[in-house]
């Protein structure tokens, strides 16, 4: 059954292309050093905003039209199945993702949403083999149901904490099955309300000991999967134990799992931390942990996680030169965690918000590239720091100065030279220079 008959293959047509349903910067079969578009971006579809969500939001009931909502129970598990294919082979993506409830529903027990999922991904492996879309990543949704009202690894609950083992146990060895390239952990019930009832040592240590036991079962079954896990700093619980990248990365050399875990950032997380997401991608850099990214922006007027599309070729461009500076994402990619606004409720939106987002960062590959040949960015902070190159600076940087040393360089000196300006607007301008003429020839 096609799903999507009135849409061809999506293809490149160039930046002077009126047609909708075409990519107009996206080249997949461009070559930029010494990699095609399709394989240093690494495209993938979130499968739960794609083909499960139904555009609610907070205030509102869903408004998307579906052709497969005609269906229910695994019938509809299957027809997402086929729709999702047909959709990856139309948009030309390369991978995709999922959490374990989005591709098959919870059973009455365990045991039989087990028995769903192995009959989905018995579906989903035979669809692989003739299809050039793999898996990016798969993870378990810990956070829904009401049985972790009260977190999951981080629970309360003995129990809860063995029934989130048993899902993720059961995702790795979905992820081993279908060759997924990363295992995602998003602590959506991991974090407190309020100090008054809550133990906070003894949470922090059980969540240790949860990916601790994650590790090494992987190691056990042989899946040799990158473990990402995706920042988020509130919303749903008030003070979440991943709050950011730099807080992640202290929890992960408390509990010494730096060695197995990279991040997965997501924008719109970022500005929900306070930050913006090139902060968070440079963070994730200069430690060595940038993994993978979840594509997508929020709305800076509203306070919830809005994932949207990517359109802000600012933010694109900046974030692409930390993916680039990066040496690109590994086995990570960009996965468009995204979802259509409530009011393109259509079908054929789903293509027009990935295409979108796909030219929305090749054109920042693309401009982030041609910046890092020109050294512009590099050049600045090499300017601005010119003083720990030489004399006393560099003793600095050596390790070779003492505060008495210093004292007495000062005392002789006598006063600070003025500082050089920060010239913030005049490089805001050139990025905008650089947006506005790197398609212009």
Excluded at 107 to 125: C, F, P, R, Y
Aim: charged share 25%; with cysteine.
């Amino acid at each position: 059954m096609a799903y999507f008959e009135n849409v061809n293959k999506i293809k490149y047509e160039g930046a002077k292309s009126t047609n909708p349903f075409a990519f107009k910067f996206y080249n997949p079969e461009e070559v930029i050093n010494g990699k095609t578009m399709e394989e240093f971006l690494r495209y993938g579809v979130a499968y739960w905003h794609t083909f499960t969500a139904d555009a609610s939001d907070p205030f509102g009931a869903g408004t998307a039209v579906r052709s497969w909502d005609k269906f229910s129970g695994m019938d509809l598990a299957k027809a997402r199945v086929e729709a999702a294919f047909e959709f990856f082979e139309k948009i030309g993506a390369p991978y995709f993702c999922f959490h374990d409830v989005d591709i098959a529903p919870e059973g009455d027990t365990l045991a039989e949403s087990h028995k769903n999922q192995d009959t989905i991904v018995a579906m989903i492996k035979d669809y692989m083999k003739d299809s050039k879309t793999k898996l990016l990543w798969n993870t378990a949704n810990n956070f829904t149901n009401p049985r972790f009202v009260h977190g999951a690894a981080s629970s309360n609950s003995a129990d809860v904490f063995a029934y989130a083992a048993a899902k993720v146990k059961k995702q790795l060895e979905i992820g081993k099955e279908l060759g997924g390239e990363n295992y995602v952990f998003w602590g959506g019930r991991e974090g407190y309300e309020t100090l008054l009832n809550t133990d906070l040592k003894l949470e922090q240590d059980n969540l240790g000991r949860f990916f601790q036991m994650a590790v090494d079962y992987a190691k056990e079954i042989g899946f040799d999967a990158q473990f990402l896990i995706e920042p988020k700093p509130k919303e749903p619980t008030t003070h979440q134990y991943d709050f950011d990248v730099a807080t992640t990365i202290g929890f992960l050399r408390t509990y010494g799992l730096q060695d197995h875990f990279k991040m997965n950032i997501e924008a719109n997380h970022a500005t929900l931390a306070g930050h913006t997401f090139e902060h968070e991608l440079r963070w994730a850099r200069i430690n060595g942990i940038l993994g993978s990214v979840d594509a997508n922006q929020g709305d800076p007027l509203l306070g919830w996680d809005t994932d949207e599309f990517p359109t802000d070729l600012y933010s694109t461009t900046l974030a692409m030169y930390e993916i680039i500076k990066n040496g690109g994402l590994g086995k990570g990619g960009l996965n468009f965690d995204a979802k259509i606004r409530r009011g393109s409720f259509e079908q054929d939106d789903l293509f027009h918000a990935h295409i979108a987002g796909m030219d929305a960062f090749a054109i920042g590959y693309k401009v982030a590239n041609r910046m890092i040949e020109d050294k512009v960015f590099e050049n600045i902070v090499s300017e601005r720091y010119s003083s720990f190159t030489t004399g006393v600076g560099k003793d600095i940087v050596d390790g070779k100065s003492d505060f008495k040393q210093l004292e007495d360089y000062m005392l002789n000196k006598g006063e600070v030279t003025p500082l050089t300006s920060g010239r913030t607007e005049s490089i805001k301008a050139t990025i905008n220079q650089y947006l506005l003429t790197t398609f212009a020839e």
